[in-house]
């Protein structure tokens, strides 16, 4: 009767505590909301946290170094089929681009758990260790030196918007989000000469969204915004904004159909949408799946087709960046969990054909949410950016013509940011807004000379 009533007495656990899939105890915070956003859920999953990573290479260590039957963590995500997501969260933390994170598991004495305002502190001091790093070999003087002084509004922090520039001194922001929040002051214009932000019209204006990709077409004075992603629904619809009306149409395919995508690129070429990679949603209906194909939307006809591509194919990633040189489409770096790149495919548009670049020179880390732009007819600046450990701060030119990376000994902004934006206007590289990728935004701008990349 005693083992019997062993066998049928429940083991109760406390409260406080959530078990991860290792059975570590984990804290459980929420992050605050951002002014001026409105609550999302989860989206699809931006790159892991500097703990989170740290946290997934001592898991694999570990058990590799072990004979037993757990599969390291790399392996686990490959069998889930989550190429293009981050692995399972041990627990949930703070949100970043609208994705629950993983964070390292705290080991306490006694089974308690650390309170909210010590792992904030804690998370703090973290954070600004982290920028005094990155900025520690420069002067205040020389980080602020492309910093724009605002006067007037100005958009919410944000991160995952996008970035036009349009009209001889205008340049035009939409979406994004904060944290868990998304920006629901959707679209902003900037002044160049003047130096200040007007809010654009709402009206008929896309659905808020991150992730998304746009692209202006200067012949038709018109911003294309495709895609995006927003309470773990995916996007693919397109929409134009007539900069001259200031008014917005969502366009209806006639035939074909369109990919359903986030985090992709999107560029403008003889009058057609070239989309490339990102992330789409598997049946599942999780995780979520990278990929490397081409999609192409005609203006003219309104149809969606499949191009026949060829040539070295680029593995699939989200993430990445993608810079237009006459017929070529230059394309760097990005993401696959679990892996980051810092490679160089050029997509030869009248072709269709890919090429891998043998590149030399001192080349990029491996990242992800950075920015690139195009400084002249062969070079593209590439800057910040998230490493898998860091959000970064450095800055590179590739310079396709010589095949050569040349790294920037100056810093562009006044502190490491990813998921910003940037564009070329009036002889100057523009950067606006960004994230650490640990709970801090922004809503500066850089204005950078193009003279500061000359050759």
């Known amino acids: 009767k005693k083992n019997k009533k062993k066998k049928n007495k429940k083991t109760k656990k406390s409260k406080p505590e959530q078990q991860s899939e290792e059975g570590v105890a984990m804290d459980v915070e929420q992050a605050p909301q951002e002014t001026g956003c409105t609550t999302s859920e989860q989206e699809p999953a931006p790159p892991p946290t500097s703990a989170a990573k740290k946290t997934q290479r001592k898991r694999k260590e570990s058990a590799e170094g072990e004979a037993d039957s757990e599969p390291s963590l790399a392996r686990r995500s490959s069998s889930r089929s989550s190429r293009g997501q981050a692995p399972p969260p041990a627990a949930a933390t703070a949100t970043l681009a609208g994705t629950v994170q993983q964070t390292s598991p705290k080991r306490v004495k006694g089974g308690a758990q650390q309170t909210a305002a010590a792992a904030e502190s804690e998370q703090?001091?973290?954070?600004?260790g982290?920028?005094?790093n990155a900025a520690a070999k420069w002067t205040k003087q020389e980080l602020m030196q492309y910093k724009v002084r605002i006067v007037g509004d100005k958009p919410t922090k944000r991160w995952g918007h996008t970035m036009e520039a349009c009209a001889p001194n205008k340049l035009v922001v939409l979406g994004g989000q904060a944290g868990d929040a998304m920006c629901k002051d959707f679209g902003w214009m900037f002044n160049t000469e003047e130096e200040t932000w007007e809010a654009l019209p709402g009206n008929d204006a896309p659905l808020s969204r991150t992730g998304h990709a746009s692209c202006f077409d200067a012949n038709m004075d018109k911003i294309y915004l495709f895609g995006g992603a927003k309470n773990k629904k995916f996007f693919k619809d397109i929409h134009v904004f007539d900069v001259k009306e200031r008014a917005w149409e969502h366009i209806q395919p006639a035939s074909g159909k369109g990919p359903t995508r986030s985090y992709h690129s999107c560029?403008?070429?003889r009058d057609e949408l070239v989309v490339f990679g990102g992330v789409h949603p598997n049946p599942d209906p999780v995780p979520d799946t990278c990929c490397n194909d081409v999609h192409i939307f005609n203006f003219e006809q309104r149809n969606w087709y499949t191009p026949l591509v060829s040539g070295q194919m680029p593995p699939a990633r989200s993430g990445h960046s993608a810079t237009l040189l006459g017929d070529l489409l230059v394309i760097f770096g990005g993401w696959d969990a679990p892996d980051l790149f810092n490679d160089v495919y050029v997509l030869d548009l009248t072709t269709f054909e890919f090429k891998r670049m043998e590149m030399e020179g001192e080349a990029p880390s491996p990242r992800c949410w950075h920015v690139a732009v195009a400084v002249d007819d062969n070079r593209v600046l590439i800057h910040g950016g998230f490493d898998g450990d860091e959000t970064l701060l450095d800055s590179f030119v590739l310079d396709l013509a010589k095949a050569k990376w040349e790294p920037l000994n100056r810093p562009l902004t006044?502190?490491?940011?990813?998921?910003?934006?940037?564009?070329?206007?009036?002889k100057s590289v523009y950067m606006f807004g960004g994230g650490d990728n640990d709970g801090t935004f922004l809503n500066d701008v850089h204005a950078v000379p193009l003279s500061a990349f000359a050759e």
């Open 124 to 128: 703090t001091e973290e954070t600004e």
């Open 130 to 132: 982290r920028r005094e």
């Open 267 to 269: 560029s403008i070429f």
């Open 414 to 426: 006044r502190s490491i940011r990813a998921g910003h934006a940037a564009v070329t206007a009036n």
